[in-house]
């Protein structure tokens, strides 16, 4: 037994309500079981009880046993002399206020159905990635269906919260702080951090002194990344070399260290080098990026945003000095749909949240259904489970719910697993 799940029980009123009596054998009317509370203090606030017939209002708190009051030293906490009843599995003691008045106490050791107790162990005590996934098969398709997108929602929600650090960070400047995401997208999961650093070292600010100059981009680029030397052979790396011991010594530039960049087990496509030859060819006809994501807030409206090809060197190269056969390197739907999920739709919703604009907000999430659900083991562990996905909107929410609640088995805060628990 947990003491969270006696909050469940609480809050759900899912236990015997005949004949209520506290342990002295007064009766007791629930009217309100009041609300949730997890900032300190007693469990729940505003509750309404009437004992003997005399409506009280006050706290309730809960425990395991009812002697954890006086482990928690509440008995000595003038927070908690607001308690109207105390809700606990098992009463083995008497407890006070710090005036020394006994509060009284319910005891629900005997009014919780035992059926409910065997789900809730079974939930909570198995190593399955989804804990419910034996009994998924009794969960209705819409209740799936509607977790997931709620899980979505709460996803977006999460990331703006490092968004609005990062907004602050940067003086309010939504442009930047787009950029920096972007930048961060085309890193995908190996690189993301190096590309994110090196967006900081190459702020938008700067990039705006050389609008349309795109060989200058490419040099504060793959100059600050690292990448360029006095050792270069072919004729494009020497003369961004020189470009960039200009602007490095005009601009006061710091070079990201070269082994924060990984090339191992990366396709060539997603080698550091392309994708950095991408983002500068991106950037110089962005110069109202953000602004130009928000009238375009459809998956085939910002496609040509992205419709870019890095400098003819690359056709032929993954590397600097390493030449290999001609192949295209436009940004592929991969990269694209990584752009969207994780930086243009996060950022666009934050700034939603930040103007409370629900128009917008509700775009954010429509274009999330027109892109294609992600592959990955967690996601395809869900479809075999009988999830269907069928857009990022719903695999970003198996992510978030395996990330914040599966793997947790906090199946008590999970619709899910809510229906799972009441289902008779």
Not at 277 to 298: K, N, W, Y
Request: proline share 4%; aromatic share 10%.
């Amino acid at each position: 037994m947990k003491e969270s799940f006696l909050h469940y029980i609480w809050q759900t009123a899912q236990f015997d309500h005949t004949d209520l009596k506290t342990v002295s054998g007064h009766s007791i009317s629930i009217h309100k079981r009041g609300s949730a509370h997890h900032d300190g203090g007693p469990d729940f606030q505003n509750a309404l009880i009437a004992i003997d017939g005399e409506k009280w209002a006050g706290q309730v708190e809960i425990h395991i046993n009812s002697s954890d009051w006086f482990k928690h030293n509440h008995h000595l906490d003038s927070t908690y002399d607001g308690t109207i009843l105390h809700v606990v599995y098992t009463y083995d003691a008497d407890v006070t206020r710090t005036n020394g008045t006994i509060i009284p106490c319910l005891a629900l050791n005997t009014r919780i159905s035992k059926s409910l107790i065997t789900t809730y162990d079974a939930l909570t005590n198995n190593s399955h990635k989804i804990p419910c996934e034996m009994v998924l098969s009794k969960v209705a398709s819409q209740t799936k269906l509607l977790t997931i997108e709620a899980r979505a929602i709460d996803r977006l929600e999460a990331k703006s919260i490092p968004i609005f650090q990062k907004l602050q960070t940067c003086q309010n400047d939504w442009q930047e702080v787009l950029y920096q995401m972007i930048s961060r997208a085309f890193g995908m999961r190996v690189n993301k951090l190096p590309f994110e650093l090196l967006s900081k070292q190459v702020p938008t600010r700067l990039l705006s002194k050389y609008t349309n100059i795109e060989y200058v981009t490419e040099a504060l680029l793959f100059g600050c990344a690292g990448f360029l030397n006095p050792q270069l052979k072919d004729d494009y790396g020497k003369h961004l070399y020189q470009e960039y011991a200009f602007l490095s010594k005009k601009h006061s530039l710091d070079t990201i260290p070269i082994e924060h960049w990984k090339f191992l087990r990366l396709r060539p496509t997603n080698f550091p080098t392309i994708r950095i030859g991408q983002l500068a060819a991106m950037i110089p006809s962005q110069q109202s990026l953000f602004a130009t994501v928000l009238e375009h807030m459809r998956y085939d409206s910002l496609k040509p945003i992205f419709d870019c090809q890095p400098n003819p060197y690359w056709s032929n190269h993954y590397r600097f000095d390493v030449e290999s056969k001609p192949r295209k390197k436009s940004i592929g739907q991969g990269l694209y749909h990584n752009i969207l999920i994780n930086a243009i739709v996060p950022v666009v919703y934050c700034y939603a949240l930040h103007r409370n604009d629900l128009p917008l907000q509700d775009r954010c999430l429509t274009l999330m259904t027109e892109i294609a659900p992600e592959q990955n083991s967690i996601t395809h562990y869900f479809q075999k489970q009988g999830f269907d996905l069928d857009s990022a909107l719903h695999s970003q929410g198996v992510l978030h719910m395996h990330e914040k609640f599966c793997t947790f088995k906090d199946c008590l805060n999970c619709q899910i697993g809510h229906q799972i628990l009441t289902q008779p």
